[in-house]
Nanobody, 124 residues
Framework: QVQLVEFGGGSVQAGGSLRLSCAAS????????MAWYRQAPGKQRELVAS???????TYADSVKERSSISRDWDANTVLLQMYNLDAADTGVYYC??????????????????WGQGTQVTVSS
């Protein structure tokens, strides 16, 4: 069993900053890509930023000049920092990871996991 647990979020003033973290735990053999998605009210879930096994980061155009994604390999954690927030950044932020999960009595299996989501509200 594998879990992703997110930390951070809450209410932020426009122009402020945000720090989200997500920790993976459980029967993990390896973690491949990790990412943050968000879903604004009435909109589809969208990719905010991702980071590969080799630490190659990609960002949505709307955040790339004011965001940073990184990994803590020892802690199986992905971090997202965003700056100069505005109302368009409001939404539920979800952690995503592709994980090689150990199986009892058999080979590990690669699966995609999602965190439970954390609300971010940017107010003016």
């Amino acid at each position: 069993q594998v879990q992703l647990v997110e930390f951070g979020g809450g209410s932020v003033q426009a122009g402020g900053s945000l720090r989200l973290s997500c920790a993976a735990s459980g029967s993990i053999t390896a973690i491949y890509d990790m990412a943050w998605y968000r879903q604004a009210p009435g909109k589809q879930r969208e990719l905010v930023a991702s980071i590969t096994w080799g630490s190659l980061a990609t960002y949505a155009d709307s955040v790339k000049e004011r965001s940073s994604i990184s990994r803590d390999w020892d802690a199986n954690t992905v971090l997202l920092q965003m700056y100069n927030l505005d109302a368009a950044d409001t939404g539920v932020y979800y952690c995503n990871a592709h994980i090689l999960e150990r199986q009892s009595g058999g080979p590990s299996v690669r699966r995609e996991y999602w965190g439970q989501g954390t609300q971010v509200t940017v107010s003016s």
